[in-house]
């Protein structure tokens, strides 16, 4: 692969791990596959031109296909997931039997339940998600 198309993959990579948010962990390895094979034998500069627009319209393609894949994933998580957050009122223990059968009914993925649950909870039930490292936040059991 050209030395130039090997560093904008680099550069594309480093961009989605710097992307904040809860999506942006679904990006860190982004399948790069379509572009290994690659190989631009450039012979002057409109060969150039018209060769890095080429790759960037696959660039292009690749990204709208993950974000249709990202878009269905959160349209599926809000749609059939929708629980009122909790209070400073509820008592923790009912509210994560409640979220847990709500989550169970509606399906909801259960790789998500530790981020959902950590979104919706109050008081000493945050502080106590917040004092989780990143990798024991993502464990629904240590979460509840």
Not at 40 to 64: C, E, F, H, K, R
Not at 114 to 142: N, T, W
């Amino acid at each position: 692969m050209a030395t130039w198309a090997r560093a904008a993959q680099e550069r594309l990579v480093e961009r989605r791990r710097g992307q904040p948010g809860a999506l942006a962990g679904n990006m860190e390895d982004p399948n790069l596959d379509p572009y290994a094979n690659m190989q631009p034998v450039p012979t002057g500069p409109t060969d150039v031109l018209g060769q890095n627009l080429q790759v960037l319209a696959q660039i292009l393609d690749s990204q709208q296909q993950m974000m249709g894949r990202q878009e269905d994933w959160f349209q599926h998580g809000l749609a059939s997931f929708k629980m009122p957050k909790m209070t400073k009122d509820d008592d923790p223990e009912a509210y994560i039997e409640a979220f847990e059968r709500h989550a169970l009914m509606t399906g909801f993925d259960q790789s998500f339940w530790a981020s959902q649950l950590g979104a919706l909870v109050v008081g000493k039930a945050q502080a106590a998600y917040r004092a989780l490292s990143r990798e024991d936040a993502r464990d629904y059991e240590l979460v509840k």
